[in-house]
């Protein structure tokens, strides 16, 4: 167990940090590429772009509960029906069954991957209206630091500076 969890977090500290971070530099510098003597409409396209998605991908998961909650209700009500139906059909059930699972399993990666293309677009947005708000200056950085810890300590949201960041965690 020692040993499978010391490869685990050696695994994650050498190859998938540094992965990830290929990917954000990626996404981010691309978009670099095509809007560098603007920065602020560079970065209100950026904002679009991620309110766009996460509103998107927020819509297709509050669809799927929805879909899942009626489902589980049908489901109830036609359970016994169908298992006496497919008794004899056992195969071609199967092959249905795993079908679905290859296509839920691929959307979920793609649902995951819009997000986090979402996601790398407002922290982008975001860094480059900082940056130019504050000039870059020392009294300019430590201020909207301070007053951003402050906001996340009343909210009671200061541990969200410890999760990735997307996900935003209470205190508790």
């Known amino acids: 167990m020692i040993l499978s969890n010391g490869f685990d977090c050696i695994f994650s500290i050498f190859l998938v940090n540094n992965l990830v971070i290929f990917v954000w530099r990626i996404i981010w510098d691309t978009q670099d590429l095509y809007l560098k003597e603007n920065i ?26 929805n879909s899942k909650f009626n489902k589980n209700l049908a489901k109830q009500q036609h359970q016994l ?7 004899n059909e056992n195969k071609p ?31 982008r947005a975001v ?4 940056s130019e708000c504050t000039n870059n ?20 949201r200061l541990c969200a500076l410890m999760s990735v960041p997307f996900q935003i ?3 508790c």
Do not use: P
């Open 40 to 65: 602020y409409l560079s970065s209100l396209i950026s904002l679009a772009i991620s309110y766009l998605l996460l509103f998107i991908v927020k819509y297709i998961q509050i669809s799927e509960i």
């Open 81 to 87: 029906l169908d298992s006496l139906n497919n008794f």
């Open 93 to 123: 059930a199967e092959k249905s069954l795993k079908q679905k699972k290859v296509f839920k399993k691929f959307s979920l990666k793609m649902l995951i991957l819009v997000f986090s293309i979402a996601n790398i677009n407002h922290w």
């Open 127 to 130: 860094w480059y209206f900082t």
């Open 137 to 156: 200056s020392l009294n300019g950085v430590v201020s909207i630091g301070v007053i951003s810890i402050l906001c996340l300590w009343s909210m009671k």
């Open 169 to 171: 965690n209470k205190d």
